[in-house]
């Protein structure tokens, strides 16, 4: 669906985006994820046509962006991080006024505004002047001109920022749904937006892609070590160490009180390849305690992207 080769853009001799290699394929819904200023927006503004790239290519099906931009542009909806809305009109005139641009009338325009208006959740606002509405509506409304002429790809920057809890969650429905029929790229620096909603992410930092897999991959191919904690009854935290400590492929051990009476709680790291989750069992086996718990924890995308981002 889309092919990114090469792309670059510098202002002036600042380089922004540095020769950036991209396949996204139909159906995908992709996280571009990045710090403030990796160069996410910018990326976007190249793929949606806004931004020309100082070297590389764009295709987009069979349409290069250097020889083809407006069919380019006919393909895809953006929505930016402040949606350019008129705040003086009222939702249905607004929305009205961008169908006939995309030059839409008659039955075809009123049965777009009545689906983008049950997709986006905008039946009970669209009497209202747009300036009257939260950030979360406008997000909705600017959503709704952006699926206006029912794009195939459809890119959005940043479109859950400064928005509350309850209206984070709507948009991720949203897009969710959309996702089903649409190519989706949505930038973020909020992690948990990735997870809850993108099949694959996409790292950027400093104008190059460090990462790109679907998030389960991504996390699984940089484990370095197995953390396993286990929640123990009846030991005591010396006898503990001195139990855990004698099997092969341990490398660290924190044992600690923790917060029930007569538990003791213990974090066991050994290296990525050993699973030692049958030995500790054993080795609890053969006293007299009782393990409570115990449970892998998977290195987050949290740990992953500031380890992938750091200055150095």
Known sequence: MIHVEGITKYYGNFCAVDHINLDIQAGEIVGLLGPNGAGKTTTLRMLTGFFPPSAGNIQVKNYSIQQDPLAIKQLIGYLPESAPLYKSMIVYEYLDYVARIRGLSGEAKTGRLNALADMCGLRDIMHKTIDTLSKGLKQRVGLAHAMMSDPEILILDEPTSGLDPNQIVEIREIIRKIG???????????????????????????????????????????NRERRIQ??????????????????????????????????????????????????????????????????????????IFRELTKEN
């Open 230 to 303: 286990i929640d123990v009854l009846g030991a005591d935290v010396q006898s503990l160490r001195e139990q855990l400590e004698s099997l092969s492929g341990v490398k660290a051990i924190q044992v600690a009180a923790a917060e029930e009476p007569h538990v003791i709680r213990a974090c066991i790291v050994s290296g990525a390849e050993a699973d030692i989750r049958p030995a500790v069992y054993a080795a609890v086996k053969q006293t007299n305690w009782i393990l409570l718990e115990m449970r892998q924890e998977a290195e987050t995308l949290e740990a």
């Open 180 to 222: 089903e029929q649409k190519t989706v790229i949505l930038s973020t620096h909020i992690l948990r937006e990735v997870e809850a909603t993108c099949g694959r992410v996409v790292i950027i930092n400093k104008g190059k892609i460090v990462a790109d897999s679907d998030t389960h991959t991504l996390t699984a191919g940089h």
